[in-house]
């Protein structure tokens, strides 16, 4: 078994893996703890986002849908076949129709599906494809905390970023956030304030990738933050 499989549970949570590859690290979960709850967090977080983007369908699309299909014939009529003297020069008006409705109801699925498939200058649609760039790139490396529901950072060196998933952290004091921070040979630096995503629950945080960081931690901080670290850290993970 070779350490390469460990790096797909991105990728392997998100359906990005070729049959082939993905075969055989459905293998590789029956026999590796870490790596199944890995792809299980992942996938709840892939679940949490997508629910945050979750669209209401303009009223009465599917009405409109419907009543252009059943006004559309599916297959064109079955007839005799007839042995024509000359060749026909121009389409029967009952074929033309028949094409144009046809059309029809093609450009409102394909203009429903683009609608609800396209890329939208929505905010959070924006960071959940950027999210996923990183857990799918070529170069994405996930390292988890030793504890269970510990924290979970996937980097990826092409994309220059980290994506932080928080895991199960302690319940906050009263006015108190929790605060990540890059460590490296360069210092201490923050990444900013995890988000609340639900009861003792945080959303995936995505982060520059400064060189040197060796280590993601994280602190609870008195509200607002702090320039350093003034608590011992809840949560500490060594990238190399």
Known sequence: MTAELHTLTGAYALDAVPEEEAAAFKRHL???DACRQE???LRETA???GKSLAATPPPGLREATLTAVSHTRQWPPLVAAVRRAEPTKKPSVRIALWSAAAAAVGALVFGLVTTTTEPAA???QQQLAAVNSVLTAPD???????????????TSQSQGKVVLLAGDLPPLAPGRVYQVWLIGAS??????????????RTRPMMTD????????GITAEPMGGSRTPSTPAVAMIDLA
């Open 209 to 216: 990738l400064p060189a040197g960081i060796d280590r993601v």
């Open 140 to 154: 994405a490396s996930t390292v988890k905390g030793a504890k269970p529901g510990a924290p979970t950072v996937v």
């Open 122 to 124: 929505d905010p959070a």
């Open 39 to 41: 792809v299980q967090e």
């Open 30 to 32: 029956r026999g590796c």
């Open 187 to 200: 210092g201490v630096h923050s990444a900013g304030l995890l988000a609340e995503d639900g009861p003792h």
């Open 47 to 49: 679940a949490r986002l």
